[in-house]
């Protein structure tokens, strides 16, 4: 008899532990399930701000383009009193700046980031060239001021 009731305790615990484990696995599978649904959420938060980020980035350089653009003709209506010598070293100058800044603007429209990494050393290269070629337009046009 004492047998038969040791025997029944051991099979209830190994029952007992069956259950239980069977239990901690499922719950282990939700877990891992929701953290899968979190990471995709984030992942997706994640594209849509990059994308964004570029969009808004696009508009800001195009304005920026564009005022270049309107900064040379400007410059190009100032220096038609001037005379010819001088002003065909200005043209020069000015075509030059010209070139520049369309191929800034080519260089942004073609640019297909694959990662934030490499948007973000794209962003910083560009905004110093950009800073170059303004302070190139601003020191042509302080000089003919002068």
């Known amino acids: 008899m004492n047998k038969s009731i040791l025997l029944m305790v051991i099979f209830a615990i190994a029952i007992g532990f069956v259950f239980t484990g069977c239990d901690n696995a499922?719950?282990?599978v939700e877990n891992a399930e929701e953290n899968v649904t979190e990471a995709k959420?984030?992942?997706k938060d994640a594209k849509a701000e990059y994308a964004a980020d570029m969009e808004n980035y696009r508009r800001q350089s195009a304005e920026k383009y564009e005022s270049n653009m309107r900064s040379i003709e400007e410059f190009k209506l100032?220096?038609?009193k001037e005379k010819?010598?001088?002003?065909e070293e200005y043209n020069k100058q000015i075509a030059e700046l010209?070139?520049?800044n369309m191929e800034m603007k080519k260089r942004m429209d073609e640019y297909n980031g694959e990662s934030q990494d490499q948007w973000d050393r794209f962003k910083s290269e560009f905004n110093r060239d950009m800073d170059q070629l303004g302070t190139a337009l601003s020191n042509l046009t302080v000089r003919n001021n002068k």
Do not use: H, M, P
């Open 78 to 80: 100032g220096i038609s």
């Open 26 to 28: 499922a719950k282990k």
């Open 98 to 100: 010209e070139k520049k």
């Open 41 to 43: 959420d984030e992942l």
């Open 84 to 87: 010819s010598q001088i002003k």
